[in-house]
């Protein structure tokens, strides 16, 4: 190959001739490697300028407005508003009755604020609260059925 040729013999004219034959090949092996190459179109997305401030639940309203509610139920325990447990002040979770999906303004409203236990609250996600009772029933009557 050009690429191995010694051109310490070879004059400057020969030595120019030499060397762009070899960009000329370099090229060629690019096209054809272009061209068996699939096509993926790359998309570059505008890196955020900064984070977010709400993710979820977790704005600092949120944590202020749950932190506000545990000081105005200073229990140690709660009962699942779902499935009636009993779970520790540490392992509570607040949900909405009526999904913050379908009624953003009653995102902090009391009455909207329910106590449950982790699972029933990651079960019920955003379901309202009737239905989420209905589906727990006929879960229910069907897991009793099954050991009968």
């Not at 191995?4 to 400057?12: G, H, K, S, V």
């Not at 909207?112 to 229910?140: F, H, T, W």
Request: charged share 30%; aromatic share 8%; net charge positive.
């Amino acid at each position: 190959m050009l690429a191995y040729l010694t051109t310490q013999n070879l004059c400057d004219n020969c030595k120019v001739e030499v060397y762009a034959e070899q960009a000329e090949r370099k090229r060629q092996r690019v096209k054809v490697k272009a061209a068996f190459r699939p096509a993926v179109i790359r998309t570059r997305l505008p890196k955020p300028k900064k984070p977010l401030k709400v993710v979820g639940k977790q704005s600092q309203r949120w944590k202020n407005y749950r932190a506000k509610w545990l000081r105005d139920h200073p229990d140690d325990f709660f009962i699942c508003y779902y499935c009636n447990t009993v779970v520790p002040r540490h392992e509570i979770t607040l949900d909405h009755k009526i999904p913050r999906s379908r009624r953003p303004d009653l995102r902090f409203v009391d009455s909207n604020i329910v106590p449950a236990c982790g699972p029933c609250n990651n079960e019920k996600g955003s379901m309202d609260d009737i239905q989420y009772m209905k589906l727990r029933s006929k879960r229910d009557a069907n897991a009793a059925t099954l050991h009968w």
